[in-house]
């Protein structure tokens, strides 16, 4: 790598740089020059408060993780560490508009890390059917749970391809097609949205069976906002998407901020709030004992006593 590229900081120099060259080292932005695949040079005060509360957010999710000792709710802390390193990556980004490093790590990371979000909500689903009982759910706790884990991962696997593809065609000069990587992108989004919207469905058919029970409705609340705010998430980059690279969404910041910056911590503080551990046991309501009226059992703690 050309270290000299990193010692220009004149607007003057970028414009006389090719894409390749600017791509390769730390550049500022250059209304001169060509505009960078972003579109615009993104802002340093979003980038820096996503990425101090999407911090702050792993660090209360490990915390309650470990509190509790449910170890499936990690999946929410490698959702807002993901989150928190993409915004580093376009804080950076304001101070070097046309790394293609920088756009790789924010742009592939970004678009992935809501997979961890759904994970957890998936398995919230799955801890309540086991809890309230299988008869209030069309599929068992454990077909459910694997199905959209392997979808989740399948997500992952699409998006990062493409997100690779998408940015390393984006990043020659002259620009490569970046048609193939984000149709990939879309295709990986599609899935994730489709998952989450089936999600959706038995999460809506679970609660009007077992409106009889005794649910935990603040949880039942939190976990359909953090839902839904995933689910308008994907709307959004599905359509971004689809305009290309130079679309209208795609090249106006403030639209990736709200809605993809802000829902997604939404998505992801409302279980700091409500941690879902302290509303929910995994156990089966029959097979809990009742402690309460420690009267009501024989001096041996084996048999009631007899009335």
């Not at 790598?1 to 080292?25: D, H, I, Q, V």
């Not at 790789?104 to 909500?121: H, N, T, V, Y």
Request: hydrophobic share 45%; with cysteine; net charge neutral.
């Amino acid at each position: 790598m050309n270290m000299e590229l990193f010692k220009r900081n004149s607007t003057s120099l970028a414009a006389t740089l090719n894409n390749s060259e600017r791509a390769k080292g730390c550049i500022a932005y250059d209304p001169l020059a060509l505009e960078p695949t972003y579109g615009y040079d993104p802002s340093l005060a979003p980038g820096i408060v996503f990425t101090v509360v999407f911090f702050l957010s792993m660090a209360a999710h490990v915390f309650q993780t470990i509190q509790s000792r449910k170890w499936w709710y990690s999946a929410f802390a490698l959702g807002a560490l993901g989150e928190a390193i993409g915004w580093a990556g376009r804080a950076g980004a304001h101070h070097c508009p046309y790394s293609k490093t920088l756009f790789s790590l924010q742009i592939s990371i970004l678009i992935i890390s809501p997979c961890f979000f759904s994970a957890g909500i998936y398995y919230i689903l799955g801890q309540m059917i086991n809890q309230h009982g299988r008869k209030y759910s069309p599929v068992t706790p454990t077909t459910y749970l694997y199905t959209f884990i392997s979808f989740d991962v399948l997500s992952i696997i699409i998006q990062a391809v493409g997100g690779g593809m998408a940015s390393s065609a984006g990043g020659k000069s002259p620009p490569g097609n970046t048609k193939p990587g984000t149709h990939v992108m879309m295709a990986g989004i599609i899935i994730q949205l489709i998952s989450m919207s089936v999600f959706g469905m038995l999460w809506l058919i679970f609660l009007w069976r077992a409106r009889s029970e005794r649910l935990s409705w603040t949880l039942v609340l939190a976990t359909t906002f953090s839902a839904f705010c995933i689910i308008v998430r994907n709307f959004y980059r599905a359509i971004e998407l689809s305009q290309g690279w130079k679309g209208y969404l795609i090249t106006h910041e403030v639209y990736f901020a709200v809605l993809d910056g802000a829902l997604m911590t939404l998505a992801v503080a409302v279980f700091n709030i409500f941690f879902p551990a302290r509303f929910l046991s995994g156990e089966p309501e029959d097979e809990k004992m009742n402690f309460s009226s420690p009267g009501e059992l024989s001096q041996e703690g084996l048999e009631p006593k007899a009335t």
